[in-house]
C-alpha cells in the first residue's frame, strides 16, 4: 500500500503550490495525475520522491521513503532531459541498473542481456547503438521506458510521457505499462489528455493545488468533478 500523507509544497515561501494532498493507493495499478495547468501535478511527484523541499510525506507498505528509494523509477519530463548528452542507447538503458549495483562495479553479460530484452521490448533494439540526440521524441520516451524496466522498480513514476510522442510509440508504452501493472508495479503518470483518461488510468488523483478528488476512474471522471478542478476549461474541452 502506497500512502501520501498530507504533502504540501510551497516554492516561494508564500503561497502553496500544492496544499495538504493526501491519498491512499490499495493495490498495484495505474493511476493518473490529472489537473489544469499549473495545478502542482508535476510538483506533486517531485515532493512524493524527495526531489524538492516540502512538508508531508509518503509511505510504502508503512516504510518511509529512504527504505525503499532503490524500487523507485522516475522519468521527468522532456523537456527537463538533457538530448545532447553523448551516450548510446544501450548505455542510456544500462544507467537503470545501477540503483541496484555499487558504483565501481561494472556491467556483466547478464546485465547487457537485461538491456537487450528492455530495448527489444519497446521495439528499440535496431537503435541500440545509436546516439540519444539521434532518435525522434517517441523513439527516445521508449528507451526511457527501457531504462525503468531493467531498473526492476516496484514504484514507477513518468511525468507526461506522451506529450509530443507519435500513436506507435504511445501504445507500445501503455502495453508494457499494462504488463508492469500485471506484474504487481505501481505505476504513477502525470497527464493532459482527458480524452484517453477512461481507456489509460485504474485510479485518479485529481487535483488543483489542493486534492479535489481521488479514487477509481469512473467515479472520479465525471463531469461534475471534473469542473471543480478545471473549472471553465473544461467547456473549452467540450463535453468531456
Ligand atoms: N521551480 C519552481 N519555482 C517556482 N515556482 C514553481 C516551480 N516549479 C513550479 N512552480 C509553480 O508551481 C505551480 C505548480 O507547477 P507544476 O509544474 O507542478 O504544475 P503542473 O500541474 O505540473 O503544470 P503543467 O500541467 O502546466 O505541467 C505553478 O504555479 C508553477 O508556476
Not at 81 to 99: K, N
Not at 171 to 191: C, D, T, W
Amino acid at each position: 500500500m502506497l500512502e501520501v500523507q498530507k504533502m504540501s509544497v510551497s516554492y516561494t515561501g508564500k503561497q502553496l503550490a500544492i496544499e495538504d494532498v493526501s491519498f491512499k493507493i490499495e493495490q498495484p495499478g495505474i493511476i493518473g495525475v490529472i489537473g489544469p495547468n499549473g495545478a502542482g501535478k508535476s510538483t506533486l511527484l517531485k515532493a512524493m520522491l524527495n526531489l524538492i523541499s516540502h512538508q508531508g510525506e509518503m509511505t510504502f507498505n508503512q516504510k518511509k521513503l529512504k527504505h525503499f528509494q532503490k524500487e523507485i523509477a522516475y522519468v521527468e519530463q522532456k523537456s527537463a532531459v538533457d538530448y545532447t548528452f553523448p551516450i548510446t542507447v544501450a548505455e542510456c538503458v544500462s544507467l537503470g541498473l545501477y540503483p541496484n549495483k555499487r558504483f565501481y562495479q561494472r556491467l556483466t553479460k547478464k546485465d547487457w542481456q537485461k538491456v537487450t530484452q528492455a530495448l527489444e521490448a519497446v521495439d528499440m533494439l535496431t537503435f541500440k547503438n545509436n546516439q540519444i540526440g539521434e532518435l525522434s521524441g517517441g523513439q527516445f520516451q521508449r528507451v526511457l521506458i527501457a531504462r525503468t524496466l531493467v531498473q526492476e522498480a516496484q514504484l514507477i513514476f513518468l511525468d507526461e510521457p506522451f506529450v509530443g510522442i507519435d500513436v506507435v510509440s504511445e501504445e507500445i508504452i501503455m502495453e508494457l505499462l499494462h504488463q508492469m501493472k500485471q506484474q504487481g508495479k505501481y505505476i504513477f503518470i502525470v497527464h493532459h489528455d482527458l480524452s484517453k483518461v477512461v481507456d489509460y488510468f485504474d485510479q485518479l488523483v485529481l487535483m488543483n493545488r489542493q486534492l479535489i478528488a481521488f479514487g477509481n476512474t469512473e467515479e472520479v471522471f465525471q463531469p461534475e468533478i471534473l469542473a471543480k478542478a478545471f473549472g471553465q476549461q473544461l467547456i473549452v474541452l467540450g463535453g468531456v
